[in-house]
DNA sequence: CTGTATTTTCAGGTTAACCTGATCTTACAG
DNA sequence: CTGTAAGATCAGGTTAACCTGAAAATACAG
């Protein structure tokens, strides 16, 4: 079996760049390659690779941005990905937390033509199960309009809008926890540094570190009763 | 990007091997390589680490047999192909020559976990759109109880029941003829020597060479009126 | 039982995507 | 405005999966 046009890679840098990147400011190689688990010699390498192919714009010592072309490519592996989520948990009833390994697999496999079908059949979700949107067919990613939790103040209540980034092991324990995307949660109190959370979901009292804090994303905020 | 353990080559062997193999007789090195569109030494070289992993067992000079290790990792790729096919055709409504290819890169990127949500989802189907029956879970395969359409005599109909092997461009082509499976068709007329036969498929008269009606198998056989 | 075609092996080569270690270049903070 | 950390490059190496060309081993048919 030739292996064709090997892209598995090539899809993974694109997408973990766009993943990277906020709003115009280069994305780091060290960056790439720390989320990669790659040396940053292997990094540099592809990204030379991805320049020659038109895909990224590398400004040394500065880092890269997506081309037109590499953010429309990446675009579509995400989208994808988010896409084959949604199947997997809401039609397969697949655990949320282990969907989304899942489908980084499935993401590189799938033609464009299933993609959208696979849109269709879903009937347009907004966004995977974890709640990130999912890019339209022309690449474009709309911006969510949640905040992060550490924003929440405590004796305020909030719901889990998006887990981001996505990470195997913080899916799992969010949902050995209960805290899942929908989770309406009340902050109880808050210690200082980046200390610990401690919060009420349902009847049940949840602590949670500052560094899987940082990575859950909140709206609907109120004032508890 | 590290690729871990590269399954996809060596997935690819395996089920080329198991869909090679008819009873015991070992399959050909040369076999293989033909179909997998690789030189005859790459593939020796390949049943070499095959051999090394345990997962076949190599006749010099007779060819290979997949070894219960082989022929289970073998018919689970099958399997989740199968299944893919029945997801894309029936749900996705994409079109039944397209789905092989599609499948062809989905078999590798899937969880057994998701193969076997996958199955419950579908209902548990027996085949795939293309006739050919999927693989239980333990890595059965049951023989179909369908006859090649060569054996079918002028003046008789018959149900296209499977197509095998499944290729690209005869699954085109017999899609563009409408003779998909469930078919019924009537033989008029056969010419000998391989030559191509004469089918009636509703109203509309058809011509196939030997070397499509060689890939088809029917059933329900019956004299026409 | 010999000859030819198939199989296998050997030698040597390629490519993509990785690696380490060492060196060079640049950004920026004090 | 200089020193150091971060970033980039160079050199050299690995692995899997391919390749061609040529030589050796074997099967089996006439």
Redesign the pocket.
């Known amino acids: ?3 064709e046009p ?1 892209n ?3 899809e ?1 840098y694109l997408k973990t760049a766009c993943e990277l990147a906020v709003g115009d400011a280069p994305v ?4 790439l390659a720390g989320r ?11 990204v ?2 991805l320049q020659e192919s038109g895909l990224v714009d ?6 890269i941005t997506l081309t037109e072309d590499g953010r429309h490519q990446a675009a579509a592996v995400i989208r994808s990905h988010r896409l084959w989520e949604c199947f997997l948990v809401d039609h397969l009833k697949l655990p949320w937390d282990e969907a989304h390994e899942w489908s980084c697999r499935l993401e590189h496999a799938t033609d464009p033509q299933v993609t959208d079908a696979l849109e269709v059949y879903l009937g347009y979700p907004l966004t995977c199960p974890h709640g990130s949107p999912i890019p339209t067919p022309d690449g474009t990613i709309v911006e969510p309009a949640d905040q992060p939790l550490t924003t929440l103040l405590p004796g305020q209540s909030a719901v889990i809008a998006r887990i981001y980034p996505e990470t195997a092991e913080l899916l799992s324990y969010l949902s050995d926890l209960g805290l899942t995307t929908g989770t309406r949660i009340i902050l109880k109190e808050r210690a200082p540094f980046h200390g610990p959370l401690v919060l009420l979901v349902g009847e049940d009292i949840r602590y949670l570190g500052g560094e899987g804090a940082a990575q859950i994303f909140i709206n609907q905020v109120e004032d508890a009763s």
Chains 1, 2 share one sequence.
């Open positions: 079996m030739k292996h090997f598995e890679s090539i993974m780091a190689i060290s960056a990669l688990g790659v040396s940053a010699v292997s990094a540099t390498e592809m030379h690779r590398h400004q040394p010592y500065k880092g």
